[in-house]
C-alpha cells in the first residue's frame, strides 16, 4: 500500500522559513517524477513544484521561484521542499505528490500518488 506522509508545517511569520518533507512507504519512487502542490481555504489546489526523477530538472510555479527549493532525498523521503521569505499568500495546505512517469508536469492530473497535507500558516 502507497502512502504519503508530509511534515514540517506550521505556523511562521512573513520572511521566515519551513522545510517540508516527505516520507513515502509501499514503494520506491526513485524512478519517478515528483511534487509538490498547495490548497487555500476556497480555492484549487495549484501546483508549487517539481523534480525529475534524477533530482535534475525542476518546475517552479512563479509565484514561489527564487524562494522555494525542491529537492530528492533518500527512498524513505524522497522529497523536500525549503521554503523561504514566506508571505501570507503562501498560506495553505502543502500536498507531496508522486508522477509515474520520468516527464515532469504542472497538472494536478498528472499525479498518481498524493498524500494527506501539512498545514502552512503564515503571518503578517
Known amino acids: 500500500q502507497v502512502q504519503l506522509v508530509e511534515s514540517g508545517g506550521g505556523l511562521v511569520q512573513a520572511g521566515g522559513s519551513l522545510r517540508l518533507s516527505c516520507a513515502a512507504s509501499?514503494?520506491?519512487?526513485?524512478?519517478?517524477?515528483m511534487g509538490w502542490f498547495r490548497q487555500a481555504p476556497g480555492k484549487e489546489r495549484e501546483f508549487v513544484a517539481a523534480?525529475?526523477?534524477?533530482?535534475?530538472?525542476?518546475y517552479y510555479a512563479d509565484s514561489v521561484k527564487g524562494r522555494f527549493t525542491i529537492s530528492r532525498g533518500n527512498a524513505k523521503n524522497p522529497v523536500s521542499l525549503q521554503m523561504n521569505s514566506l508571505k501570507p499568500e503562501d498560506t495553505a495546505v502543502y500536498y507531496c505528490?508522486?508522477?509515474?512517469?520520468?516527464?515532469?508536469?504542472?497538472?494536478?492530473?498528472?499525479?498518481?500518488?498524493w498524500g494527506q497535507g501539512t498545514q502552512v500558516t503564515v503571518s503578517s
Open positions: 523534480i525529475s526523477w534524477s533530482g535534475g530538472v525542476t
Open positions: 509501499g514503494r520506491t519512487f526513485s524512478s519517478y517524477a
Open positions: 505528490a508522486v508522477r509515474r512517469a520520468v516527464d515532469l508536469s504542472r497538472d494536478r492530473r498528472g499525479y498518481d500518488y
